[in-house]
């Protein structure tokens, strides 16, 4: 069945809170599975499955999909649609509040696996940046997100786009855009263009870091105040005095009055590791 009459035949009304822009065109849901790299021995995990219309496509394409979906009014048009697909798992919940580690131990089989998202765009740092930072063993990631956001994702240094969006994406994997999507393959149709994103994650974080958690406080203290120079940032951020940071950051060769949004992601990681020994 196509979104309109799935949304016809159950009565249900799109909730623009939970951002809820469903696909309709089949062509485009089995393109999105085929580019974001579904494979028959696949597990995905899906966040917001809706309707269930991608839900189904995956389930044709990989071995195992589970599907996350906050929304309990979609349950009746969600079991029409994945009916007879053995190997669909839908959990009602907000993926946000949910215990990855568990999700994946007790419903991925706590195997490596693939995730796959249409996303609800008003949460959609959160979901990357949770599951980037999860240290679960997942192979790509394929998100449909607003086109800007995809941009923000593979943004140089020292650009507007560029932030600690990019700087998480970019740590963990090589980013591509596979598609552009209009406004006009959705219903309803949202206020931006889309894209869909493929993550390809490394084996191995792309820069040495010797305290990820230093990092990720470093990328965060440095694009909350944006406009500041690195020196601000860090004395805000971490609360030291200016002389010993400076001392870090000319050691690693910058000047103190760089902005930290100018730094690239080695440049970033050579601070950390600076920092971490000089606070330690
Ligand atoms: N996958 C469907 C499609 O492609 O047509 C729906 C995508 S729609 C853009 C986003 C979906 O995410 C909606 O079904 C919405 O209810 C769900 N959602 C929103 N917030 C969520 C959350 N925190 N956890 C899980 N699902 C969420």
Redesign the pocket.
């Known amino acids: 069945m196509r979104?309109q009459d799935v949304l016809r035949a159950y009565g249900v009304e799109p909730?623009k809170g939970?951002?809820?822009?469903?696909?309709t065109d089949p062509n485009l849901l089995t393109a999105i599975v085929e580019r974001c790299g579904v494979e028959v021995g696949d597990r995905v995990l899906e966040?917001?499955?809706?309707?269930g219309?991608?839900t189904a496509v995956l389930a044709d394409h990989a071995k195992r999909v589970v599907s996350?979906?906050?929304?309990r009014a979609?349950k009746e048009a969600l079991g029409a649609m994945t009916a007879g697909r053995n190997n669909v798992e839908i959990l009602f919940g907000?993926?946000?509040k949910m215990d990855l580690d568990t999700l994946w131990r007790e419903h991925l089989g706590g195997e490596p696996f693939k995730v796959v998202?249409?996303?609800?765009y008003y949460?959609t740092s959160t979901i990357v940046m949770g599951l980037l930072e999860s240290g679960l063993p997942i192979r790509t990631l394929g998100f449909?997100v607003q086109q800007e956001v995809a941009e923000r994702m593979m943004a140089a240094p020292g650009t507007k786009a560029y932030g600690a969006l990019s700087v998480g994406v970019q740590y963990r994997c090589e980013a591509s855009i596979v598609m552009r999507v209009p406004r006009g393959a959705f219903l309803p149709p949202p206020k931006v263009d889309s894209a869909v994103i493929r993550l390809d994650v490394a084996s191995s974080p792309r820069v040495a870091v010797e305290d990820e958690k230093l990092f990720f406080k470093v990328v965060k203290a440095i694009f909350a105040v944006r406009r500041k120079t690195l020196l601000n940032a860090l004395s805000l951020g971490f609360g030291l005095p200016k002389d010993k940071l400076s001392y870090c950051i000319e050691s690693c060769g910058f000047s103190t009055n760089v902005r930290g949004e100018q730094l690239s992601l080695s440049e970033m990681a050579r601070l950390t590791n600076i920092l971490r020994n000089s606070l330690a």
């Open positions: 979104a909730n939970l951002g809820q822009n469903f696909l966040i917001g499955p809706g309707l219309t991608l996350v979906e906050i929304d979609l907000d993926f946000t998202a249409n996303l609800p949460v449909m």
